[in-house]
């Protein structure tokens, strides 16, 4: 941890009009979840006391997404937006009687690295700038550094040919001591091409009041902003590489790496295997040792040890798969607890259920959990066993060591060890097969 405590601002005001979408920019999803999403999770590593994320276009949306992903945080909206300091201004109410570091960061930017952030929080300096050297430093503010730090930012456009020369460039990633920024903020002014306030004067502000001003750099890859869709799936490409590289790395099996996606917070234990195609939506949790069958789609779930699932399964948020649960191909499941040993071998959906352990489900069994208003929970009792094509109409309960006998519709409570049947009488009709399909045939022939 640093020695001041951290405060972070996100700016997340913009439209983003490059992007050709009615959304805010910072909503377009990386890895799963929206973009500001990544800078709140970089952030977060700081253990930040107060977070403040400035919104202005799609105001609510943003509002909705960060309540999510930083409950704690607080939304500073930006009505008009005049600029980079201006959006800084809108956050600083929420910020009053903090003292320590502020850092300013960008929802449009999202591999900012935790390592990177602690270097700008525990750097002395009252300003820090975050510069890279750029490959191509186009047009790319530079910053002007001598043996006193950091000179000023100058923006390509107003750059002569031997500072366009400079290939270290301003990332606009900044580190700021709250008092000072206080005190610095109100001294902005708009006297420029775009009539904006611009965070970078606090540059010149600062050093004219006496402060120093420095430069932290990282590399290039850790800068990338996202303006385009173009972009947007190139940050995607170098998010699912990381991502890939990072779990071969801590011991987890990829059969083929290139096919499986995955989201910003996927946790994978050491020896856990991913077959292809498999994709992660956000808060799935793997232990160690489980196995993920090809194709299969998990979002907000958690697999435990021994735990097998797939091929062509389907978790959603709130499924909980004990140890050494087997579920098999064309299995939905959805805010349910499997407890250890269960199996659910295929064509099963089960909604809004708790399964004991080593209960076996038929295929085809059905929770039919949702009365078209209010959703109902099913209980099956350990070591139960659910014949296949089995509908259980919840709110039910089949008891421990139970059974339903293939093609029941369950509405009433089974108790313990008893074997429960719910169809309605078969009754066969000599020769009317023949005849019916004969009838048909010949209406057929009719049109």
Not at 171 to 178: E, P, R, T, Y
Request: proline share 4%; hydrophobic share 45%; aromatic share 4%.
């Amino acid at each position: 941890m640093t020695q001041k405590p951290v405060a972070l601002i996100v700016l997340a005001a913009g439209q983003g009009s490059r992007m050709q979408s009615d959304l805010p920019k910072v909503m377009h999803r990386l890895g799963g979840v929206p973009l500001v999403g990544h800078a709140l999770a970089s952030g977060s590593s700081l253990e930040p006391e107060r977070v403040v994320v400035v919104a202005g276009h799609g105001a609510d949306l943003v509002k909705k997404a960060v309540a999510k992903l930083e409950p704690e945080a607080v939304i500073a909206l930006q009505a008009e937006q005049l600029g980079t300091g201006h959006a800084v201004q809108q956050a600083m109410p929420a910020l009053e009687g903090f003292e320590g570091k502020v850092i300013v960061l960008y929802g449009d930017t999202p591999f900012i690295s935790a390592e990177t952030l602690e270097k700008l929080a525990e750097h002395p300096s009252g300003v820090v700038v975050l510069g890279f050297e750029a490959a191509d430093p186009g047009r790319y503010g530079r910053l002007v550094v001598n043996d006193q730090g950091l000179q000023r930012i100058v923006e390509f456009k107003d750059a002569d040919a031997a500072t366009r020369a400079i290939a270290l460039v301003n990332s606009g990633v900044m580190a700021l001591d709250a008092g000072l920024l206080r005190q610095l903020i109100g001294k902005l002014g708009r006297d420029n091409a775009a009539g904006e306030y611009y965070l970078t004067d606090l540059v010149e502000l600062a050093r004219a009041a006496g402060h120093r001003a420095d430069v932290v750099t990282c590399d290039e890859s850790e800068t990338l902003g996202i303006n385009t869709r173009a972009e947007l799936a190139a940050a995607e490409a170098a998010f699912q590489a990381r991502a890939r590289a990072e779990a071969l790395e801590n011991g987890v099996t990829l059969s083929d790496p290139a096919t499986v996606w995955f989201a910003l917070d996927t946790a994978i234990g050491r020896d856990a295997i991913i077959g292809q195609n498999v994709v992660f939506g956000p808060g799935v949790t793997i232990e160690s040792g489980a196995e993920i069958l090809p194709f299969c789609h998990l979002e907000g779930c958690h697999i435990a040890t021994g735990a097998t699932v797939g091929p062509f399964a389907r978790l959603r948020p709130g499924a909980e798969l004990g140890g050494d649960v087997h579920v098999g191909n064309f299995v939905e499941i959805k805010n349910s607890v499997l407890d250890e040993g269960v199996k659910v071998g295929h064509l099963t959906y089960l909604g809004d259920a708790h399964v004991g352990e080593f209960a076996n489900i038929g295929a085809g069994t059905v929770t039919c959990n949702y009365d078209g208003v209010l959703k109902h929970r099913t209980e099956i009792g350990a070591n139960a066993f659910i014949g296949s094509d089995t509908m259980l109409v919840a709110p039910v309960r089949v008891g421990a060591r139970a059974m339903t006998g293939s093609g029941s519709v369950i509405t009433q409570d089974v108790p313990d060890e008893a074997l429960a049947i719910g169809r309605a009488p078969q009754s066969n009709k000599p020769g009317l097969a023949t005849r019916l399909m004969a009838a048909l045939r010949k209406k057929k022939e009719a049109r």
